[in-house]
Every structure is written in C-alpha cells, then in structure tokens.
C-alpha cells in the first residue's frame, strides 16, 4: 500500500532562510506526487506536482520539489522565507490508475521567525 | 469562479443527531471525495465519488454515508454522529484521473457532544 511520511511535525525558519520540508514515500508502482499548502482557516491549494516529466518540479510562491526516485523521496524547498509562508504543508501520493485517490502525510507547520 | 463551497463551516451539535454536510463544485469534475483532518494524522478519506451515481469507501467510511444524484453535488450525512466524529471535513473534486490536481473547499468544523 502507498504511504507518505513528512519528516518533522513543525519546522521553524528564519525569514530570508532556506526553507525544507521532508517528505518521503512508499509505492509499488512510479507514483503521482503533490505538494499542498493550507493557510490558516483555508482548504488546501496545491503548490506543485510530480507526474513523471521532470524531476525538479517547480510550484507557485518560490517553491519547488525534486523528485528522487534512488531515495523514494519528494522534498520541498524554497530559497528564501518569507512571512506569507508561514502555514501547514502536506505532501500526498496518487495510487491506483484511472481514480484520483490522494494518500496524504502528517502534515509539517512552518513557522517564519522575523 | 471556479470553487468548490461547503456548508455549514461551522456546526456544534450532539450525539445522534442527523446532521447533513453539502458539498457543491462548479468545475463539472467528474471525481468528488470527503476527507477528514485530524491533528498528527493529516488527511484520510472517507468516501469518494467517480461520478453521478457511483460512490465508494474510502480509508475511514464507518458513521458516514454519501450520495450523488447530481455531478455538482456531494453530500456528506452523519446519521447518528458521536464525539470520534468532531473533526474537520473537507470536500475536493477533480476531473478523473491520478494525476489530476484536487480542489478543496474551505473546510467544516464539526463538533459533537
């Protein structure tokens, strides 16, 4: 069965650091990759997603993901905090061909210290 | 604008009493899903829809029931809800295939005591 695990539950930057997020997943078969954020009091928009074209995926706000099939994981990162980034972001793995099924991670809160 | 709206956003009630949460997307996707959120356990779903008149468990089913008669549509209904139930909900749809971005809705806070 597939399954995601984001590595640290809450991550604190500081503004202008490098900002990434862990995530690491299991799968029998090449998987679809995604990356969410939620805002506080929001639903959750995606940032980005791996489909099997490039490796280095890149999303909206800065942010951007390589996909490293060798270590089975689908890290997130962003060159520069800024404050706006502070929120919950969730990883999620797409199983089973021909439906849209997300298997989603814990979840990792980022934190912008000014 | 493309959204997908849920109501109520906000509900306190108490054990057993039937409650009904709407879902409604206006995008005509095909796929339609409920999920949960519960801290330190991220997302499970908890029933899903591949289209009008098809719907399916999904990882945590048990005290919920779904329904879709319409494409835009996706009810959420808690017949006899209890404590376990106090989570928050979100509704997503998309077109149908794996690779297919979700859209999610704002989210309901329920609470049941």
């Known amino acids: 069965a597939q399954s995601v695990t984001q590595l640290g539950s809450h991550v604190s930057v500081s503004e202008g650091a490098l900002v990434l997020l862990r995530c690491n997943y299991s799968s029998s078969v090449p998987p679809y990759l995604f990356w969410y954020v939620q805002y506080p009091n929001q639903g959750l928009q995606l940032l980005l997603k791996?489909?099997?074209?490039?490796?280095l995926v890149k999303g909206i706000n800065g942010f951007e993901a390589e996909f490293k099939k060798s270590e089975t994981s689908f890290h997130l990162t962003k060159p520069s905090a800024h404050m706006s980034d502070a929120a919950e972001y969730f990883c999620a793995v797409s199983v089973r061909k021909g439906a849209q099924k997300l298997v989603f991670g814990q979840g990792t809160r980022l934190t912008i210290n000014p | 604008e493309a959204q997908v709206t849920q109501n109520p956003r906000y509900l306190i009630t108490v054990t057993g009493k039937k409650l009904t949460v709407t879902c409604s997307q206006n995008?005509?996707?095909?796929?339609m899903s409920w999920y949960r959120q519960d801290p330190g356990l991220g997302l499970r779903q908890i029933y899903y829809s591949m289209n009008v008149e098809v719907t399916d468990k999904g990882d945590v089913p048990e005290g919920y029931k779904v329904s879709r008669k319409e494409k835009r549509n996706f009810p959420l209904i808690l017949e006899s809800p209890s404590p376990n139930q106090t989570s928050l909900y979100f509704c997503?749809?998309?077109?149908?295939?794996?690779?297919?971005?979700?859209?999610f809705g704002p989210g309901t806070r329920l609470t049941v005591l």
């Open positions: 995008m005509n996707h095909e796929y």
């Open positions: 997503a749809s998309s077109f149908a295939s794996s690779y297919n971005e979700q859209f």
């Open positions: 791996y489909t099997s074209a490039a490796t």
